[in-house]
């Protein structure tokens, strides 16, 4: 869900702005895996590929339309983004807000990405999120509450 503001404090990763000087790749599992929400957020879409993550389950949150990625036994699905620049990373951190972090992870393929993992595990339910269903009944209007969100936040 979109929120107002940037996360204060510390880069997640103790480097500046929590990323290395090389572009790198970050996996998503929800809302995010959507290029019509990418544009509302970061006015493009950047390369998009399949990708999966062992060890982890997309979980549905109770009363909200967006996942939450939690640790569990089973594979999640998504895409990996390439390419983003910094300020897109700096636009991405302050969406996903205080709830999730941005860590590190190898994929099923071998290949090392960032990933927001929502940090309040203890809030979750069995129940995994469904892509299908968030196309089916939200994605309309989540893409306008993100351009609405990025609108309000201002253009970097």
Do not use: N
Not at 13 to 41: I, M, N
Not at 96 to 114: N, Q, T
Request: include cysteine; glycine fraction near 10%; charged fraction near 25%.
């Amino acid at each position: 869900m979109p929120r107002s503001a940037p996360r204060p404090g510390p880069s997640r990763s103790g480097r500046p702005d929590g990323l290395s000087a090389e572009p790198e790749a970050l996996f998503v599992y929800g809302t995010l895996q959507f290029p019509d929400v990418l544009k509302a957020l970061i006015g493009r879409v950047p390369g998009l590929e399949p990708a999966a993550l062992a060890g982890w389950r997309a979980a549905a949150l109770p009363g909200r339309i967006y996942p939450g990625l939690v640790s569990a036994a089973g594979t999640v699905h998504g895409v990996l983004l390439s390419g983003l620049t910094l300020a897109e990373w700096r636009i991405l951190d302050a969406f996903e807000g205080p709830e999730y972090d941005r860590r590190p992870v190898l994929l099923l393929d071998g290949r090392s990405a960032w990933v927001y993992v929502y940090s309040l595990e203890a809030e979750v339910g069995d129940d995994d999120w469904s892509s299908a269903a968030f196309v089916a009944r939200h994605l309309p209007a989540y893409v306008e509450r993100c351009a609405d969100w990025r609108t309000r936040r201002g253009r970097c």
